[in-house]
């Protein structure tokens, strides 16, 4: 299951309490002052990681502690630290204070870490308070709470490629056909339910990571269908690919439909609705002369717009090979 918010709250551990303590020992009458100090508490650390997708372990569970510091002990022994509680995050997760509103870190890399809470410090023994006007002392501090705090997880997903278009443009058909992975595919609205994470491989070992963002509709950026609990994963693209289904079954108008589009992004992001875009018209098979794709680009006043079938496969491998080299920096031929 597909997870993308989490709300938690998370405590570091409390240090260990000092202690009080004497030394004893045959034919030692006056054994001095030998307790130890409280260990630290544990701290709360978020780690991001290549292999985590989801944020689902948070659903199901909202209460994280780190452990607790052991006190201290006779014979100057001192309580162990508490062990840090490092909760494992997808890359490109960002976490939130929300009794402050604060953003605290952006995990936008594998392998960050992050502490957000602290352990508490451990309390000084009473061996640690003998001075040359109490030789002999009776107190002890007591370890110190650790922090706590009323986070957000959203994750945003990273990829070079994030496609979009109407729910049954295509999108996933595509995705399956250029990478290995398998989203659910049937003809019916809003097919897909949740981002779906795709690595195009080439030869050469050449590859890149191409996200399926759920179909949009007119009204996205206000709320309207499933798109708008996704927009926020296409900000993290670097290319945004625009499916169009070049004879759709409602009878629609293609170059109306991307307009349509075009005005979700912009009205959910300036920034999003600036990021570099590729067309592609799909369907090209159930065309009989390619008529549906000259007038598409008259409509649109494009002459980049690349042409394929998801369904047999036409004009996938060429597109994955532009898609390289945009993603690399490499401008792609003029050739569609």
């Keep these: 299951m597909f997870i993308d918010e989490a709300k938690i709250w998370v405590k570091a551990g409390n240090g260990g309490h000092g202690c009080i303590?004497?030394?004893?020992?045959?034919?030692?009458?006056?054994?001095?002052?030998?307790?130890?100090?409280?260990?630290?508490?544990?701290?709360?650390v978020f780690e991001s990681c290549a292999d985590v997708d989801t944020l689902l372990d948070f659903s199901g569970n909202q209460h994280w502690k780190a452990k607790n510091g052991l006190p201290g002990e006779g014979s100057n022994r001192y309580g162990s630290?508490?062990?840090?509680?490092?909760?494992?995050?997808?890359?490109g997760t960002l976490i939130f204070d929300t009794d402050i509103?604060?953003?605290?870190?952006?995990?936008?890399?594998?392998?960050?870490r992050v502490v957000v809470c602290k352990g508490g410090r451990g309390g000084k023994g009473n061996r640690e308070f003998v001075s040359a006007t109490n030789q002999v002392p009776r107190i002890a501090q007591d370890g110190t709470l650790g922090q706590e705090r009323n986070l957000k997880l959203e994750l945003k997903l990273i990829a070079d490629v994030g496609m979009v278009g109407l729910?049954?443009?295509?999108?996933?058909?595509?995705?399956?056909?250029?990478?290995?992975?398998?989203?659910?595919?049937?003809?019916?609205?809003?097919?897909?339910l949740s981002p779906v994470l795709g690595i195009v491989e080439l030869s050469g070992y050449r590859r890149f990571l191409i996200a399926d963002i759920p179909g949009l509709i007119e009204g996205a950026s206000q709320g309207a269908g499933l798109g708008h609990d996704f927009l926020k994963h296409i900000e993290r693209t670097g290319i945004i690919v625009h499916i169009l289904d070049i004879l759709p079954i409602d009878g629609s108008d293609p170059a109306q439909n991307y307009r349509s589009?075009?005005?979700?992004?912009?009205?959910?992001?300036?920034?999003?609705?600036?990021?570099?875009?590729?067309?592609?018209?799909?369907?090209?098979?159930?065309?009989?002369?390619?008529?549906?794709?000259?007038?598409?680009?008259?409509?649109?006043?494009?002459?980049?717009?690349?042409?394929?079938?998801?369904?047999?496969?036409?004009?996938?491998?060429?597109?994955s090979e532009e898609l390289w080299k945009m993603v690399k920096g490499i401008e792609p031929e003029e050739d569609f």
């Excluded at 009458?29 to 709360?44: E, M, Q």
């Excluded at 630290?81 to 890359?91: A, F, H, N, S, T």
């Excluded at 049954?168 to 019916?188: D, E, F």
């Design 261 to 319: 589009i075009r005005k979700e992004l912009e009205s959910y992001s300036a920034e999003l609705a600036q990021k570099r875009e590729v067309i592609v018209a799909n369907k090209a098979d159930l065309s009989q002369d390619g008529s549906e794709v000259e007038k598409l680009k008259r409509d649109l006043g494009r002459d980049d717009i690349f042409t394929i079938s998801a369904a047999t496969g036409e004009g996938i491998t060429h597109l």
């Design 101 to 112: 509103d604060m953003q605290i870190k952006d995990l936008n890399k594998p392998g960050m």
């Design 167 to 192: 729910p049954n443009a295509g999108k996933s058909t595509l995705v399956s056909m250029c990478s290995k992975a398998r989203p659910k595919i049937a003809n019916y609205p809003f097919t897909t």
């Design 81 to 91: 630290d508490g062990e840090d509680l490092v909760l494992k995050v997808p890359v």
């Design 21 to 44: 303590s004497f030394r004893r020992e045959k034919f030692m009458a006056k054994g001095g002052p030998d307790g130890g100090n409280g260990g630290r508490g544990g701290n709360i």
